[in-house]
């Protein structure tokens, strides 16, 4: 059995369950077969993460995050989940990477978002939402710039998933403040604490604009009934989309290893090799 750690969560839902363990599956399989001691299946829960006793540390000594085993048992903290020393395999997203993960981890491959509109290889976008009859729809730009209505959104109530999310609210930041604008186009803002929750709040009018991350607004969709009562009215523009990461102590062997299975997926959805 090993004693190694996978997880997916960024696309977890729950009514995508079985697709994302489909994907593991994919993954795991391609991964054992470059010798790699792949986990059977993904974590979802704090307890299933393996115990660190006096908790977390980085090369340096320095503690960095508490023994899993001290978290909420049913929750899962990603942040915990990404530092953890037995990570082979996770999802993550640039806006956490930029503010500190990416010293304590290793990228080994980014998604593809082709088959999602306002994707183009690794790079995606976020649709920026409003209740329906509230502005025009639009569809994504074919050049990936950004298209951000000023005047469609300004004095709005604005939510987002969380401060770290780059989908959700650093991206839009950034085009932002390309436009000589800021966060302060905007009435209030608050924190919904996840893309779904997002597009609810819009939906429900307790918020007037989200910005939703392409993959997750076709998830929403499929499974959530309030993205029917809500329309695309801007985008922001492309960046690279979530990392697949893997410890920082994950050996160079592996690492290669890993690199070499995902290029050997790459003409699967979903899977690029890491440039």
């Not at 839902?13 to 059977?40: H, M, N, S, T, Y």
């Not at 995606?124 to 730009?141: I, K, Q, W």
Request: aromatic share 6%.
């Amino acid at each position: 059995m090993s004693e190694l750690v996978a997880a997916l969560p960024m696309y977890d839902w729950p009514e995508a369950r079985d697709e994302v363990d489909a994907q593991w599956a994919r993954l795991r399989d391609a991964f054992r077969k470059k010798g790699i001691d792949a986990p059977q299946s993904i974590v979802r829960r704090n307890a299933d993460l393996p115990p660190v006793p006096g908790g977390i540390h980085d090369a340096q000594g320095k503690l960095i995050a508490p023994d899993p085993a001290t978290l909420p048992p049913d929750e899962l903290d990603s942040h915990k989940l990404w530092l953890h020393p037995a990570l082979l395999f996770a999802q993550t997203c640039w806006g956490p990477m930029g503010l500190g993960l990416s010293r304590h981890v290793q990228v080994v491959g980014q998604p593809s978002y082709d088959a999602y509109e306002g994707g183009q290889g690794e790079l995606y976008s976020s649709a920026l939402v409003m209740r329906a009859g509230e502005g025009p729809e639009v569809r994504s730009p074919a050049d990936g710039r950004a298209l951000i209505p000023l005047d469609l959104i300004r004095g709005k109530r604005f939510t987002f998933n969380s401060l770290d999310s780059m989908s959700g609210i650093i991206a839009l930041t950034r085009d932002l403040q390309a436009a000589g604008e800021s966060l302060d186009i905007f009435s209030t803002r608050s924190e919904s604490g996840g893309h779904r929750g997002s597009i609810v709040a819009v939906a429900e009018g307790k918020a007037d604009v989200a910005a939703i991350d392409c993959e997750s607004w076709a998830q929403a969709q499929r499974f959530e009934p309030a993205a029917r009562e809500v329309v695309i009215v801007g985008w922001t523009g492309r960046r690279k989309g979530l990392p697949f990461i893997t410890a920082a102590t994950t050996p160079e062997k592996t690492v290669r290893a890993l690199r070499e299975a995902l290029a050997g997926l790459a003409e699967q959805p979903r899977i690029q090799r890491v440039g």
